[in-house]
């Protein structure tokens, strides 16, 4: 089972760009192991999760901390995660279980990435999907 995030008083201190970069190398360390392996330990599909929450947090605290190049570039790793939201059904089948501990809102899609796989493939099978 995936462990969950201890909150550190550090985290306070991380500039959105740090956590920026922090989610663009979890996550692409992720990708890559998926690609390579097609799969990976738990554990490294749950920190890019919970890099993303850090990455939410310090936007929340600093609304302006993010460069206009740097937005962009969180939006295409935002695209890439959703893309790959299969394999992190697959790479993380306890998703479920960590949501109801952590019980994220909907605006915090990254939480909710097996019931994207889930609408795709249906709709990728024609059946009706579910709102």
């Not at 740090?18 to 554990?43: A, S």
């Amino acid at each position: 089972m995936a462990k969950t995030k201890a909150k550190s008083k550090g985290n306070e201190k991380v500039k959105p760009s740090e956590w920026l970069q922090w989610y663009e190398h979890h996550l692409r360390f992720w990708l890559w192991c998926m690609r390579k392996y097609r799969r990976c330990e738990p554990e490294e599909a749950d920190v890019v999760l919970f890099t993303r929450e850090d990455l939410w947090e310090a936007m929340k605290r600093e609304p302006n901390g993010l460069t206009k190049e740097e937005r962009k570039k969180l939006r295409e790793l935002d695209r890439e995660l959703k893309a790959h939201a299969h394999w992190m059904a697959k790479a993380l089948p306890d998703l479920p279980k960590i949501r109801r501990r952590l019980k994220p809102p909907r605006s915090h899609w990254w939480w909710f990435l097996d019931k994207l796989a889930e609408r795709e493939k249906r709709q990728q099978t024609g059946h009706k999907v579910a709102k």
